[in-house]
């Protein structure tokens, strides 16, 4: 079992920190996040910015170089950024835009059609959206024209469920993480989406799972291993994350003695 982790945060005090909803974060630096997982077989993942970490840039870049080229960033920024500083975070390892419109602390949703559009143009950068999938209807015809969307933890609600399908068979791709922090079925929810678009579906982590009610478990991988059979199971916890965010790299490392190669 290979595992990409689509989601996970990097929480380091030594950088800026905005309290959210009442709400300020653990410490969680590099190191616990390697501890945390070092018995899982991750071999590559995205730092995902968080609501309390704004536009701040640098504790990305610097959690970046400390796990590894194998490692990505998925960032939030002002829609006003230059080239150049996308330009900059791209060669720093970022590969990604997120717009979190749950809790905040990203550009607004109404920046998405454009941004989505200039990020992609610029970088190849797919742009990840945290909402609560019953919102989707109203913004859907924008997704749908997208050249690269995702959508956080399965989307979270029963209710937004069948807006997420139908996003997900026009090539929309979703976040198989934070199960014990969304409210539905969520064996429904992974058959279903892998049902529609085998490469669709993308595991993460979602660790140190800030405000979910349970943390992730070993049992949320054991799940998915339940469920499909073995050659799905790497798609999941590996394949279509990998060419989903590292679609235009090629590149041959060694990690943890494997010979890894990015196509």
Known sequence: ?????????????????????????????????????????VLGGAIVSGSFQGFDQNYLVKALKQLGPTFCGVTQLPYTVTDEEILNLNDNGVKALRFNIK???????????????????????HSELYIDAKELAEIASTIEKLPAISIDHLGLSEEGLPHLLKLVDKGVHVKATGFGRVELDVENALKSIYAINP??????????????????????????????DEQAVDKILYTNALKWYFKSLTLSLSIKDQKISFK
């Open 103 to 125: 809790r905040g602390g990203s550009e607004d949703l109404s920046k998405l059609d454009y941004f989505a559009r200039r990020v992609h143009d610029l970088v190849g950068w």
């Open 1 to 41: 079992m290979r595992i990409f982790d689509t989601h996970f945060h990097i929480i380091d005090f030594d950088f800026p920190i905005i309290e959210n909803q009442g709400y300020l974060p653990p410490s969680y630096v590099a190191e616990d996040y390697q501890q945390a997982t070092t018995d899982l077989h």
């Open 199 to 228: 490469d669709a579906l993308m595991f993460g982590t979602d660790l140190p799972s800030t405000r979910a009610k349970r943390p992730f478990d070993v049992a949320d991988i054991e799940l998915i291993q339940k469920l499909f």
